[in-house]
T-cell receptor
Framework: DTEVTQTPKHLVMGMTNKKSLKCEQH?????MYWYKQKAKKPPELMFV???????INESVPSRFSPECPNSSLLNLHLHALQPEDSALYLC????????????????FGPGTRLTVL | KQEVTQIPAALSVPEGENLVLNCSFT??????LQWFRQDPGKGLTSLLL?????REQTSGRLNASLDKSSGRSTLYIAASQPGDSATYLC??????????FGTGTSLTVIP
């Protein structure tokens, strides 16, 4: 299984709502990533988890809260978002070896299209 | 901070042509470089990964090269087909595990 799945595919939420995005992989990868992509722009890295620990946070606002409950799952909790947060949110995973700079090929999910009203 | 640029931004070619997409990066301390394609509104599909110790990788009609000293990577597509129409993105990972995407090349292959 070389697939990364993401749910939901589409999400519409108001600025006062709380929602979560979910990502799952069963490739045994121990690095998982969240990216944000605006229209006609490249993906921008938000968070990196390595062995279920947050290793990179690219100065993302606190209204985005990541969580990695186990080696196969990655969540992104959303609260009090702004309309400018509307984007395609992509999850990815890759192999890595603990304590070494050896992150390898990234595999991406299909994304969640988020609209904030 | 690593800056990754892709030229051209858009490219339109007739079916059957061979073509080259370019990717330039500013920081030669690159750990690996990966090429992706993205169809409109979809996720990214990995095409090729080149480690810093390698100079090229091939998969079917695709060939990617990496020249760290000049800060360049190229993706060569042979005998282009309409199904190759997509946006192509390169992404470099540096030794600090930061991962930077290029600006992308939008490719249209005309039947």
């Amino acid at each position: 299984d070389t697939e990364v799945t993401q749910t939901p595919k589409h999400l519409v939420m108001g600025m006062t709502n709380k929602k979560s995005l979910k990502c799952e992989q069963h490739m045994g990868h121990r690095a998982m990533y969240w990216y944000k992509q605006k229209a006609k722009k490249p993906p921008e890295l938000m968070f990196v988890y390595s062995y279920e620990k947050l290793s990179i946070n690219e100065s993302v606002p606190s209204r985005f809260s990541p969580e990695c409950p186990n080696s196969s799952l990655l969540n992104l909790h959303l609260h009090a978002l702004q309309p400018e947060d509307s984007a395609l949110y992509l999850c990815a995973s890759s192999q890595t070896r603990a304590g070494r700079s050896s992150y390898n090929e990234q595999f991406f999910g299909p994304g969640t299209r988020l609209t904030v009203l | 901070k690593q800056e990754v640029t892709q030229i051209p931004a858009a490219l339109s070619v007739p079916e059957g042509e061979n073509l080259v997409l370019n990717c330039s990066f500013t920081d030669s301390a690159i750990y690996n470089l990966q090429w992706f394609r993205q169809d409109p509104g979809k996720g990214l599909t990995s095409l090729l990964l080149i480690q810093s110790s390698q100079r090229e990788q091939t998969s079917g009609r695709l060939n990617a090269s990496l020249d760290k000293s000049s800060g360049r990577s190229t993706l060569y597509i042979a005998a282009s087909q309409p199904g190759d129409s997509a946006t192509y993105l390169c992404a470099g990972r540096n030794t600090g595990n930061q991962f930077y995407f290029g600006t992308g090349t939008s490719l249209t292959v005309i039947p």
